[in-house]
Every structure is written in C-alpha cells, then in structure tokens.
C-alpha cells in the first residue's frame, strides 16, 4: 500500500528513508534507520517488529538478504509484507510477499532501493528510480522527495494519497532529520515544505546540539544569548 525509496551516502555516512502512501501516518510505522548500520522499510501489511529485526540482524553483519530472511523465520504472514533493507556497504534486498497486492515489485542499485505495493503500475518504481539517478546535482534528502514526486506523477498509490514521511541519520543515535506528514491531501508537496523549513530553522542550529563529537552542545550563555538576538529575539538565559 507504499513505496519508499532507501539510500546510503558513504561519504557522509547517511541512511535515509522517503517514503509516502494512502494510509494515516506512514512514519510512524514504516521506515526504520540506524546510524551505522543501514535502513529498512516495512510495507503492505506492515509488520513493524520486522523493522528492528532486521537492522538486528544487519548489526550483527548479515548480508541484507540474509538479515531479511532471518526476520521473517516464524512470521506466519510473510507473503503479506514486502520488506526492503539497505546496508552500509551499499548492497540491497527486497522481499515481496506472493500476496501484495499489484503492482507489487523493486529496482535496486549500489547504495539504493526502491519498493512499492498497491500502486498504480511498474512505472512508479521505475521513474522513481529514474529520478533519483538522474538529479545528482540536488543534495541527497531533496534528491529524494524529487525521485518520490517523479512516482507520483506516475500514479503512486493507486487508492491516492494520505501520508508522507523523510527519516535520515548520519553520525548520531537519533535522526538529523525526522520529518512527517501524517494527513494531508498532497503529503509529498507538504513534506518538500517542510524539509525547506529544517534547511532554515532547524539545520543552522546542529552544530551547536550535543552530539557525539561534542557531548554537551554549545553552553556559552553569551553565545547562546548573541545567537537569539541575531533572530532578533529578546531574549536572555537567567544568570
């Protein structure tokens, strides 16, 4: 009832997740990353236990194929999911179950994967991944809202359209970006948006946010006070 697009940037270390469908709030119970380690998603009638299970699996060094298979050991309704998985040396594994509604199917590539169900036709795989080959000039989270929009200018989900959602991490426990449109009538125009928004509101202030490198984020009380009134915003951190 989905298709979702996966991708890996080795240089900057990143997994990320597009994914969009005719259903409440796909984010919430679809696309899985982890930093380090690769990114799943899991579709038709989502199982999401699959998702941990098979970054479990990749963790432990599993091949993508091998991760998804072991993951579906004792699912009694694994010809109901289709489950894609990407690892950090690029490669890719798709699982369709036998009872996914048509069109069912994938295209995969070094460093990326395609999977849809429940979609108008072959064709919203195909230029989804025509896109994303093909607009290497755009840095890589648009790169992907613009493959998924080519998908849905081919028909997407053949019920129409309801949620959309963007999950990418690079170096941290957590998301750099956690992005979703739970209902909307246009949800991938609603989530290219919103990801302008984290270019100007949210990816500027990163730096300074604890991270790995920087355990405790920026503390200068100075600074953090400069910072707000260069947004011309009084205001001013108790001393």
Known sequence: MTWSLLVHDPESQAFAVA??????????????????????????????????????????????????????????????????????????????????????????????????????????????????????????????????QAGEAAGGDRRGRQSAALLLTTVEDFPDIDLRVDDHRAPLDELQRLMKLWRTLREPGLRDSPSRANPSGLTDLDDIDEGWRRKGLDLRLSR
């Open 19 to 148: 994914i969009t469908t005719c259903n409440l709030a796909v984010g919430a119970s679809c696309p899985f990353v982890r930093s380090g380690v690769g990114a799943v998603s899991t579709q038709s009638l989502t199982n999401r236990y699959l998702g941990p299970a098979v970054l479990a699996g990749l963790a432990r060094g599993l091949s993508p194929q091998a991760a998804i298979e072991g993951a579906l050991v004792g699912d009694d309704g694994k010809h109901l999911r289709q489950v894609h998985a990407l690892d950090r040396h690029g490669r890719a594994a798709v699982w369709t179950g036998r009872n996914c509604v048509a069109h069912a199917g994938s295209r995969s590539g070094q460093g990326w994967s395609v999977a849809g169900n429940m979609l108008s036709g072959e064709e919203v795989i195909s230029d989804t991944a025509a896109a994303f080959l093909t607009r290497e000039e755009l840095p890589m989270p648009e790169r992907m809202l613009a493959a998924m």
